[in-house]
């Protein structure tokens, strides 16, 4: 079993920053593929970034070039930093983990409570 945790989220002004973090338990954090996930108000689940644990990473069209995925495996944490943020990306995000180190499918198996971001224009 693993346990994420996520925090960072908040309110902040479009074209500002913020930057989430991850904090995951339960299994060794660099067998781990780990992915950020979002969901607006009335809208489907949507992938945000992803990096997995042989080194890879990749992100949704709709974010590349603002939001930068990291991790480090010594503090088990995964972090999202975001930048020149838009009222577009309000949403609640989500932290996901899964053992596979595939980033082309979004079938993750562990997932975190999520933490709201809220971008005002």
């Known amino acids: 079993q693993v346990q994420l945790v996520e925090s960072g989220g908040g309110l902040v002004q479009a074209g500002g920053s913020l930057s989430l973090s991850c904090a995951a338990s339960?299994?060794?954090?660099?067998?781990?593929?780990m992915g950020w996930f979002r969901q607006a108000p009335g809208k489907e689940r949507e992938f945000v970034a992803a990096?997995?644990?042989?080194?890879?990473?990749a992100a949704a069209d709709s974010v590349k070039g603002r939001f930068t995925i990291s991790r480090d495996n010594a503090k088990n944490t995964m972090y999202l930093q975001m930048n020149s943020l838009k009222p577009e990306d309000t949403a609640l995000y989500y932290c996901?983990?899964?053992?596979?180190?595939?980033?082309?499918?979004?079938?993750?198996?562990?997932w975190g409570q999520g933490t709201q971001v809220t971008v005002s224009s």
């Open positions: 996901a983990a899964k053992f596979a180190a595939s980033l082309d499918d979004y079938k993750y198996t562990y």
């Open positions: 990096f997995s644990w042989s080194g890879r990473t």
């Open positions: 339960g299994r060794p954090f660099n067998v781990l593929t």
